[in-house]
């Protein structure tokens, strides 16, 4: 990570790299579904448990603060729905 964002903070370095491989993970499981043709049957659904740590360099956008605290960046919560078929990709709601 480092090396593709020179000067970046370690412990966002560490959270980056956490993200990017939890997200290789979730890639292996979407693409087994569709392999296994069961994706068109399968809701899947990732959601995070109110705004990004802080302490550990997470980044909530334009969202003031983080979690354990009460403005959107600590309120908000991200969601992320698939359902081929019933969801149509790029569709969103906000709200």
């Given amino acids: 990570m480092q090396r593709r964002q020179p000067g970046i903070d370690t412990k966002r370095a560490k959270l980056v790299a956490l993200i990017e491989h939890f997200d290789d993970g979730i890639g292996q499981v979407l693409v087994a579904l569709d392999r296994l043709k069961l994706a068109d049957n399968t809701l899947v ?22 979690k354990t605290h009460v403005y959107e960046g600590g309120l ?12 149509q990709p790029g569709a969103a709601r906000r709200g």
């Fill in 76 to 87: 908000r919560v991200p969601a992320i729905a698939r359902w081929p078929g019933r969801i």
């Fill in 45 to 66: 659904v990732f959601t995070s448990d109110n705004g990004g740590s802080l302490e550990v360099g997470a980044n909530n956008g334009p969202w003031r603060s983080g």
